[in-house]
Each structure stands twice: as structure tokens, then as C-alpha cells.
């Protein structure tokens, strides 16, 4: 009778410690650019997997990293370049990439006069108002430039000193010829008549890891990890399979302020230029093509292999 008296005591106990797994995530941003991460938490797609995802944005690739190495997030949604700076610090606990949720570029040139047609020659001589210098739009940005026969840094005038989340305002108040600009900042500019877009640098820089799932080595063994990628999937597949109508609904809880036709428009834009990854797991050629590119712009500390700082997940 005791024996039975001690199970009931702690069968409740035993219940309540399969409760939601909480997963602490720094988003970068704020952006429809990470659509399907939005799709996974309103669908139930995390709370299938017994995980409950503590959402925070963090504006910007420096206090992302920051808030996962000193253990406030357990999780960073963030570039994955910025992993590659953070090994080439001898950390003695790495940030490993887990999961891909774009895997393009996101950002879009805008042109300031309405009517001057465009061609990537009528920037020389002009202003850019470009990303922060060592991140990975910036990077991007003056790669497709040089692809294009333009020295972002003679041929030009590059401004790339303005915090992120004033770029926009500046451009606004009437600096720069040109700007580099996120969703849905580029379309409402558009729609309000400040600019137009005019090239995808996303488009023109082809695939790349660009924003990823990362988390401390140290950590990885304490986080559901298949659980989480498995409902990255599913969000990876609603975006792809479903009309944007019922996609764009499933994003406006995170973007209230935003009118629905835009959050359609903007999911539109980024679906068809294929900056959404249609799977969890990181590709190694794409790897190699981001530090390509950070080679190229002189931000590359060193090479790092793949499987250094990737770590594939069974999602079955």
C-alpha cells in the first residue's frame, strides 16, 4: 500500500517533466524574409514537437551573437558568417549551424529617381547607401557589384557606417542615389513613391547559407534538435505548397502593423527569386560559395571547413 501511495505521489511529478521543451530564440531581425520560422510557431508546427519557442528580435548580427554567447538565447537566428568570426576567435565552445531558413540574399536595390531606366553602370558615380560593413548584406552587395565591372569603393561613393535599423530613414531624408534595403521597408518605399527597386541582390548573388539556426556546441545535446527541424520542415513545405493568401495570413500576428496585401507581396517577391529553403539542412557547396564571397569583400578570417561548424539532423 505504501509502494502504490509513493507511485501516485510522483506520477503527477513524472507528467509535469514532459512538459514543452523552451527554446530561447534570437532573431536578427524582424523580416518576412523569415517567413517560414513565423509559419512553424503560428501553425502548432513547434508545439507538435512538445516545443515552445521564447521569440525575441535583437536587431543586428553583433547583439544576436552576444545574447548567444553569454547564454541569453539558446538558440540564433542569424547570418552564418557570423559563426565563421566567432571560430576564428579560438572560442573554445563554437557555434554550430543546425537548420537554413533562407538561402538567398535579402536585400533589393532601390533607385531614388522614378524615371531614369536602370542598369548597373548608372551606379558609377552615384551614392549607395549600403548594409553595415562585415555583415553579410554588405558583403553581397559589393559582390554583385564586381560582377557587375563596378569597384564599390572607386567607382562610387559607398556609405556603409549608418546603424541598420537607421539606413532606411536616411535614405528617406534624402541620402544616397541608391539604397539597399530589406522587406518590406523596399515595398513600401515603392508604394509610398520615395524609390523603386530595380535588382534582387539576392537574385544576382545566387544560393548561400544566409540566415541559419545556430547554437553553442556546448549546447546542442540539451535542445531537441530533431524535433525543431522536423517542424522547420513543415513550415518549409506550408510556404511552398500553400497560396500566398493563406501563407500571408499565417505571417500577420508577427507583422501587425503591416497591411496583409503588403505581407503577401513582399512573401511573393521572396518565394520567387527562391530565397526560402526548401529543407532544413545546409548544402556544402553553398557553404563554400558564402565564404567565397566573404573572401572577396577581405572579411574572411580563414577557410572553415563544413563539417567544422555544420551539424546535419535527422529529421525522420
Known amino acids: 500500500m505504501k509502494k502504490l501511495w509513493l507511485l501516485l505521489l510522483l506520477l ?17 531581425m524582424r523580416s518576412i524574409f523569415y517567413a517560414p520560422q513565423y509559419v512553424a510557431i503560428s501553425e502548432g508546427f513547434f ?23 553569454s547564454d541569453g538565447a539558446d538558440v540564433a537566428l542569424v547570418g552564418a558568417e557570423t559563426s565563421i568570426y566567432v571560430y576564428a576567435q579560438d572560442a573554445r565552445d563554437p557555434v554550430i549551424s543546425f537548420a537554413q531558413v533562407t538561402k538567398t540574399d535579402g536585400t533589393f536595390l532601390m533607385q531614388r529617381d522614378l524615371d531614369e531606366p536602370f542598369s548597373f553602370d548608372a551606379l558609377k558615380g552615384q551614392t ?22 563596378i569597384d564599390p569603393h572607386t567607382d562610387m561613393e559607398l ?29 513600401q518605399f515603392e508604394q509610398d513613391g520615395i524609390g523603386k527597386i530595380v535588382a534582387s541582390f539576392g537574385t544576382e548573388s545566387g544560393f548561400l547559407p544566409y540566415t541559419v539556426y545556430m547554437a553553442k556546441e556546448s549546447k546542442l545535446d540539451s535542445l531537441n534538435l530533431e524535433g525543431f527541424n522536423r517542424a522547420l520542415a513543415k513550415a ?43 529543407e532544413p539542412g545546409l548544402k556544402e557547396e553553398e557553404w563554400h ?28
Not at 503527477?12 to 536578427?28: F, H, R
Not at 516545443?51 to 528580435?57: A, G
Open 12 to 28: 503527477p511529478l513524472a507528467a509535469c517533466s514532459k512538459g514543452q521543451d523552451t527554446i530561447q530564440v534570437a532573431e536578427v
Open 47 to 69: 508545439e507538435e514537437e512538445g516545443i515552445e519557442i521564447d521569440l525575441t528580435t535583437t536587431w543586428g548580427g553583433d547583439t544576436t551573437m552576444t545574447a548567444l554567447l
Open 128 to 149: 549607395l547607401l549600403g548594409q553595415r560593413r562585415g555583415g553579410m548584406p554588405q558583403m553581397v552587395g559589393e559582390y554583385v557589384l564586381k560582377q557587375h565591372g
Open 159 to 187: 556609405i556603409s557606417n549608418i546603424d541598420f535599423g537607421n539606413i532606411a530613414a536616411a535614405f528617406a531624408s534624402g541620402t544616397g542615389d541608391y539604397v539597399q534595403l530589406f522587406e518590406p521597408q523596399a515595398t
Open 236 to 278: 518549409q513545405a506550408f510556404v511552398h505548397e500553400q497560396d500566398s493568401a493563406t501563407v500571408a495570413q499565417s505571417l500577420q500576428p508577427f507583422f501587425e502593423d503591416t497591411p496583409l496585401a503588403t505581407i503577401e507581396e513582399v512573401f511573393v517577391r521572396y518565394r520567387d527569386q527562391g530565397s526560402y529553403a526548401t
Open 289 to 316: 560559395h558564402l565564404q567565397d564571397i566573404m573572401e572577396e569583400a577581405n572579411e574572411l578570417p580563414a577557410r572553415v571547413d563544413f563539417d567544422t561548424l555544420v551539424k546535419p539532423v535527422d529529421v525522420k
